[in-house]
């Protein structure tokens, strides 16, 4: 955890996922952390801020949510677009030192049991709304916001700075087969 | 309907939501059509392509999908910031012209008894797969993709053009109270 990681106000954690970016899953169980990529997730609810998931069930990642009930979603950068596909592409099943090969580093956050990928923009700590019908139909899985923190050098009082912060900063927005966009122009409407 | 819209494989339907735009959800039921947006509207199956939209219990569209069970998904451009936003803002129970009002022109696709939003850059057809408890506890929708189609002139053989079409079809972005952001640059991974 550096510096810039501040918390956010609760009623306003939807807003890091408003835009749609694809995602890093991350959770714990039994001492075995994994990290895997998600363009799937998208926010539900405004407060408690809830949020839709969805993991495959050849995702390891999936288990570890299972078991622990908790997961975290967070929002990466253009300067973890190797690390994303990385983690997104391989899995822990093949790879049992996956996250060393994709250059994840993980934190601890006081009071959680989970683990936070470093170097990202946001953070949304979950616990799984336990829904069996759609989660083995669907895959889908409903989490609530239990903790969000952002780094304030991209997201300050509630609001995204892509426009004056780092470009490495801005957030991937996965399409297929290694093509990704970043955020791009801010916009503004009246009224 | 324009002769740059064509069929999307619908194989590749998924790629039309996977970076996560803002969408147009449009219903028609007994004569009556509406168009909203939705920030919350989500992948979440390959083939069939299946997706996910929050329709909250105020708006009148939602009415519409669950009496007619059909509903569109479009992507809107960059040159519809205004319209986005102000389908997004207004209601048909409080302002019956809201269409007129927003700008909205509607066109048909043969063999769908559906209203697709003019200008956009992608429309999915889908069939609500009912699911009670999602709809009510979540205001959760599933939708199978029945018909997708793009503007070949930014989605075409299956791949997003944005980096060379004209800006004005970029995707929107929403994050709160007017703030957009448009898609931005390409990046592509290897391997």
Known sequence: MNEFIAPVDPAKAYRLLNHGPTVLVSARHDGVNN??????????DFMPAKLTVILDKIAATRALVEHSGVFVIQVPTVAQLQLTHTVGTRSLADEPDKLKRADVELFSMPGFELPFVAGCSAWLACRLIPEPHNQSTYDLFIGEVIGAWADTRVFKDGHWLFEDADPAFRSLHYIAGGRFYAIGEALDVEG
């Open 35 to 44: 990290v895997m990529a998600a363009a799937w997730a998208c926010a539900m």
